[in-house]
């Protein structure tokens, strides 16, 4: 399998309930990443790992628990959240070479996700 | 005032036409440019990629910077039914902690028709 791999594509929870997202990229890339995105709104950034330690925390709400145990998975723990949640999540990686090079990010085809 | 102004859309055009798709930015700090392409119930995809200002031209599809305007373009020249989706501008800027940080637009939706 190759590319970044995200599950489910689909998830219903009730706002009590706990749920996690997987995200897995076959790329050996070292940097990944959480963005969420709305409609009519930009994709907006949540958290930054870089070789597994996180760079970035974007004010997202504690309701969201991201977890990298090792470059190519990332996880998103999701509890209590809110009807305003629903939105796809999209996981990225890309490779940084420490220049500040932006290579481009290549992304997962996201978990469409709905809070009930 | 956003970061990144795209306009929305939805913008319609025939089989054959030449795209012209823009963004502006306010942030000088942004390093490289790029422009992605997202189809329905799929996630982005890296169309073009550019850092200095001029064109790159890449098959049917042409980038353009303009740094000093902050104004980029992505023209699609010989538009097909199957470029209908929805486009992305996005800059870079490095992460003090390591990484970097994509800045989007919010997309425009084009459709081509036959």
Redesign the interface.
């Known amino acids: 399998e190759t590319g ?1 791999t ?1 599950t489910p594509r689909h998830l219903v929870m009730g706002m009590t309930n706990k749920k996690s997202l997987k995200c897995e990229q076959h790329l050996g890339h070292n ?1 990944m ?1 959480w963005y969420k995105q709305s409609a ?4 907006e ?1 949540m958290f ?4 597994k ?1 996180q ?2 925390n974007n004010s997202v709400p504690s309701r969201f628990s991201p977890e990298c145990p090792n470059s190519s998975h990332l996880f998103l723990h999701l509890h209590t959240l809110q009807p305003e949640d629903s939105a796809l999540y ?1 996981c ?1 990686s ?1 490779q ?1 070479h ?1 220049s ?11 978990t ?1 996700l709905t809070v009930v | 005032q956003k970061e990144v102004e795209q306009d929305p859309g939805p913008l319609s055009v025939p089989e054959g036409a030449i795209v012209s798709l823009n963004c502006t930015y306010s942030n000088s700090a942004f390093q490289y440019f790029m422009w992605y392409r997202q189809y329905s119930r799929k996630g982005p995809e890296l169309l073009m990629y550019t850092y200095s200002s001029g064109n790159k031209e890449d098959g049917r599809f042409t980038a353009q910077v303009d740094k000093s305007s902050k104004y980029i373009s992505l023209f699609i020249r010989d538009s097909q039914p199957s470029d209908s989706a929805t486009y992305l501008c996005a800059m870079s800027s490095i992460l003090t902690g390591g990484g970097n940080k994509l800045t989007f637009g919010t997309g425009t939706q084009l459709k081509v028709e036959l």
């Not at chain 1, 930054?48 to 070789?51: C, P």
């Open positions: 970044v995200q940097a990443y009519k709104k930009p994709l950034l930054v790992y870089n070789f330690e760079t970035e999209l990225a890309s940084d420490g500040g090079a932006a290579y481009g990010y290549t992304f997962g085809s996201g469409r």
